[in-house]
């Protein structure tokens, strides 16, 4: 069972250190080619929408930052420490954002890159359907309507 937390001003350090771990293979690079600079996406991450701690066994075990989008909800990032992947938290924090948001948005959207083959995986497995493809990124957008 997961428990999930509003973040804490002193959390956003540690979730963007995660982010740079776990993503460091395209995080660079897709923020070049958006134009975007590290300061702009620190700044971004800390104000735009909510970022959530999310609990295994009373230890963080990842994160995840949405916004919503007047009826879109759109998934910024859901990551998870190593040792904490492939134990159903991701698919658990899914179906929790997806009963949430029921009735409040028509969708969940998402973006993930191309070599995140298991989150593909994961994702599709909840119903989500690839809906752009921007190959200059190697990187999809993904859909699932609620």
Not at 2 to 13: H, L, M, N, S, V
Not at 101 to 128: C, K, Q, T
Request: aromatic content about 8%; proline content about 0%; hydrophobic content about 40%.
């Amino acid at each position: 069972m997961i428990r999930i937390e509003a973040a804490q001003a002193e959390q956003y350090d540690q979730f963007m250190q995660l982010m740079h771990e776990e993503a460091r293979e395209y995080l660079q690079s897709t923020l070049e080619l958006m134009q975007i600079s590290q300061k702009q996406f620190d700044h971004l991450f800390r104000t735009l929408g909510e970022m959530c701690g999310v609990y295994e066994d009373q230890r963080l075990a990842g994160f995840y930052w949405i916004e919503q989008r007047e009826r879109v909800l759109h998934l910024h990032a859901l990551m998870l420490r190593l040792q904490h992947q492939s134990k159903g938290i991701g698919s658990q924090v899914l179906e929790m954002l997806s009963s949430r948001y029921r009735g409040m948005v028509d969708s969940i959207e998402l973006g993930v890159h191309d070599s995140n083959e298991r989150a593909i995986r994961m994702y599709e497995r909840h119903g989500f359907k690839t809906v752009k493809h921007l190959c200059d990124l190697n990187f999809r957008v993904m859909q699932k309507q609620l």
